[in-house]
């Protein structure tokens, strides 16, 4: 079992910046990426950002490209996501998730631990 832990959400004004984290443990020895994903009502959950523990591979939405950073300390199975130039349309409730796949993934249904989720507002 492995349990997740988000923090960082806010509220913030467009263009603003804001630092999400998200810490791992349990049994986490079989844990090779974690993930960011944003819910919204219009959207559903969405795939934001994944890392890969083994090489730090990343993917990301093509939303969020060139404004929001993925990263990790594998050594403490913590996940960040920097956001930067945020806008309204990345209001949501952000969850990090993992699985013990190599190659990072934006599909929720290849996930199979999520945490709670942090809220984020970005006003216009």
């Known amino acids: 079992q492995v349990t997740l832990v988000e923090s960082g959400g806010g509220s913030v004004q467009a263009g603003g910046s804001l630092r999400l984290s998200c810490v791992a443990s349990?049994?986490?020895?079989?844990?090779?990426?974690m993930a960011w994903f944003r819910q919204t009502p219009g959207k559903g959950r969405e795939g934001i950002a994944a890392?890969?523990?083994?090489?730090?591979?990343?993917k990301y939405d093509d939303s969020v490209k060139g404004r929001f950073t993925i990263s990790q300390d594998g050594a403490e199975k913590v996940v960040y996501l920097q956001m930067n130039s945020l806008k309204p349309e990345d209001t949501g409730i952000y969850s990090c998730?993992?699985?013990?796949?190599?190659?990072?993934?934006?599909?929720?249904?290849?996930?199979?631990?999520w945490g709670q989720g942090t809220q984020v507002t970005v006003s216009s």
């Open positions: 349990g049994s986490t020895s079989a844990t090779y990426q």
């Open positions: 998730a993992s699985n013990g796949r190599l190659w990072p993934s934006l599909d929720p249904d290849v996930f199979v631990y």
């Open positions: 890392i890969s523990f083994e090489g730090g591979r990343t």
